[in-house]
């Protein structure tokens, strides 16, 4: 397996702009995890779904951020509009189920300007 | 809500000694507690899980512990190298389907 892959690895986008990262689990994987990575905050979840249905969004910031899992092997996490204080490092996580280890993807450094 | 604190944002070691990181925690007794690696652009790598009716585990030269009357978790790297050098995370699970919660990590950084 190839592991969580995520796309894009990087981002540059201006304020007010929509962006859109995206992840593939790996298979089998029956619980996905949104994060987000800051110097200040460290690691803070955003979403996680299990068997594709979100079970706690709580983590989302605003409504301007949106998850979606339309299928076991992809995810979407949606910033419309963007803001300079959305920059961060986003991974998307998956895990058998959510007392097992995670297997992080390489993440998106997103940059707003 | 749990709050997690790693003893230090960076450790400096010479090679070939045991580097020790401190995870503590209030509120909740998790069920298990995880360590991750991080590597500079890199997502977290799982290390080791430990339950909370486990003392200790091991894995090659990485040994954590875990003390549910401090509130505690040590994780020990014996005979250090340079390319243990990264951020080390601990990380909670509270049981009950809940996702884990992660410290900020400690940046570990093994001297030749």
């Known amino acids: 397996d190839a592991g969580v892959i995520q796309s894009p690895r990087h981002e540059v986008t201006e304020m007010g702009q929509e962006v859109t990262l995206r992840c593939k689990p790996i298979s089998g994987h029956n619980s996905l995890f949104w994060y987000r990575q800051t110097m200040m905050r460290g690691l803070e979840l955003l979403i996680y779904?299990?068997?594709?249905?979100?079970?706690?969004d709580s983590g989302m910031p605003e409504d301007r951020f949106s998850a979606k899992m339309p299928n076991a092997s992809f995810s979407t996490l949606k910033i419309q509009p963007s803001e300079p204080r959305d920059s961060a490092v986003y991974f998307c996580a998956s895990s058998l189920q959510t007392n097992h280890g995670y297997t992080f993807g390489s993440g998106t450094r997103l940059t707003v300007v | 809500s749990q709050k997690i604190e790693q003893n230090s944002e960076a450790l400096n070691i010479q090679e070939g000694k045991t580097a020790t990181l401190t995870c503590n925690y209030t509120n909740y007794s998790p069920a298990y507690l995880q360590w991750y690696r991080q590597d500079p652009g890199r997502g977290p790598v799982f290390l080791l899980l430990?339950?909370?009716?486990?003392k200790e585990k091991r894995k090659e030269r990485l040994k954590v512990t875990f003390d549910t009357t401090l509130k505690q978790s040590l994780f020990h790297i014996t005979a250090s190298q340079p390319a243990d050098s990264a951020t080390y995370l601990c990380?909670?699970?509270?049981?009950?389907?809940?996702?884990?919660?992660f410290g900020k990590g400690t940046r570990l950084s093994v001297i030749a």
């Open positions: 430990i339950r909370e009716n486990e």
């Open positions: 990380a909670l699970d509270v049981g009950g389907n809940t996702p884990l919660v």
């Open positions: 779904f299990n068997n594709n249905v979100p079970i706690d």
